[in-house]
């Protein structure tokens, strides 16, 4: 009876053997300490204790136990697992199941996938060995050299060179931070997209927001565009597209710039922008319908349209320039120029100037404004210098000199200098009526105003001056050398 059990027993053993052979021949069993059959859960199981060694299609694993599950064709591995395949992929952590029909390798507990040089950290990833594709859904990290990409969701794509990032995205480099709820990156292209609302946040405290755009790692340079924010410790700037280079702190931007500055009144806007960036000095070029809006604390305002604007910080030192077809308007003083420069309250404007004030026009080679207190201050003006006041549609005195001197009270004119080398016309009227017109050379003239008016005039030095009675075409006959009424260029308020 002994003999016949013992019988039975190998002839089950050896059937089961026999029965099982064809799941368990996928898997090459290289190394056990302990090897035996067992059942767990109603399914036949091979166990492996110690030092386990397995491989499968070229795949080598190793773990300190495993269950083979022969029917279902499923391997669990437990404690120091690690999974190296033929095409480089290198996977660790402390359980393994690995349905080995699908290729689905189901890692838990301090995973680590490594592949080239990017390295995969989570608590839990699902790796598609087939598909070559990584995944991860309770937070997880990547890293390649210095960079590092947390996230709650990931989906690596090693085929494609492709990682999707989603939920809590925070990139982290020496040089900048990031974060994001969805971006796109390319391990092997070295490139970082962004495909939703994004903020950047470099090492030298600059502040970048996007909706969308990419980061070139190798090249170091980021584009981005749709409503991009550009903010540093000295302002801000809007734009539709911007160009980066981060080596460099230099770039440009494009469609409906408008840029402010802290402790400033300026604001600056066009349609094409370069800036630059390193060390102590700052500057940002506009051009492409570029204007300027220069705010005062009194509540005036000042506008500047030129076919380039350049705004520059040079150890905190702060000036603004522009040229060609240089247009400025305050309520007070309107001009036009080729170029015009403004810094430590002084507005130079260079290239053949035309100032407007009331009824008055100036014109010179160059003319210098100084402000106090953001007001007018006093003016001059050298070379070519040729005043016009208007008295009337037809009637206009005039003075022609070399230099010019204005002072200025609460933004009007109170008393003009001209020197050496004076040319006058001025109308007389008695009584609302033009009566005479008088033509002075004078080697000095002041001029002393009220409400834009001339009210008296002093002549200095050795003068000459004839009084002519007034006739119907004086206005025609008396006019200075160079006159001109360029009125119609006169500039006008955009509001």
Partial sequence: MKDYKKWWLIKSICSLLFNLQPYAQQVELLHSDQFYFSQKEGFSVRVLKGNVQFRYKGGLFFCDSAFHYLQQQIMEAYGNVQGHTPDSVHI?????????????????????????????????????????????????????????????????????????????????????????????????????????????????SLVLQLQKGFFDRNLQYFFAYDSVVFQDSNGIVFCDTLHYWLEKQQGNMRCNIRMW???????????????????????????????????????????????????????????????????????????????????????????????????????????????????WDSLHGRRHVFLLQ?????????????????????????????????????????????????QVETPQLWVYFYKNKPQRITLVGESQGVLYPYSKEAYKRFRLKGFQWLVAKRPKAWW
């Fill in 92 to 204: 660790y952590g402390h359980y393994l199941r690995y349905h080995i029909p699908n290729g689905v390798l189901q890692l838990k507990q301090n995973v680590h996938l490594h592949y080239q040089d990017l390295h995969l950290f989570a608590p839990q990833v699902v790796y598609y060995r087939y598909q070559r594709i990584a995944t991860y859904y309770n937070g997880g990290t990547i890293q390649q050299d210095s960079l590092k990409i947390q996230s709650q969701k990931a989906k690596y794509w090693l085929n494609k060179d492709s990682v999707l990032f989603q939920k809590d995205v925070v990139v982290t480099h020496p040089q900048y931070r990031i974060k994001t709820a969805l971006l796109s990156y390319a391990p092997e292209r070295d490139k970082v997209f962004f495909v939703a609302p994004t903020t950047i946040l470099f090492a030298d």
């Fill in 261 to 375: 500055y802290q402790d400033s009144t300026l604001f600056l806007f066009g349609d094409s922008a370069y800036f630059f960036n390193q060390d102590s000095f700052q500057m940002v070029k506009l051009s492409d319908n570029a204007y300027l809006l220069w705010f005062s604390e009194q509540g005036d305002t000042a506008m500047v349209l030129a076919d380039t604007l350049a705004f520059e910080i040079l150890k905190e030192k702060r000036r603004w320039y522009s040229y060609w077809h240089v247009q400025f308007f305050h309520k007070d003083l309107q001009a036009i120029a080729d170029s015009m420069v403004y810094q430590d309250s002084l507005l130079t404007l260079l290239g053949s100037p035309v100032l407007w004030m009331a009824n008055g026009q100036l014109t010179a080679d160059t003319v210098w404004l100084w402000q106090k207190q953001q007001q």
């Fill in 390 to 438: 208007q008295d009337s549609a037809l009637h206009f005195h005039q003075v022609r000199s070399s230099e010019i001197g204005l002072k200025f009270y609460h933004n009007e004119p109170y008393a003009m200098h001209f020197f050496p080398r004076v040319e006058s016309i001025y109308f007389i009227k008695d009584q609302g009526r033009y009566v005479a017109v008088n």
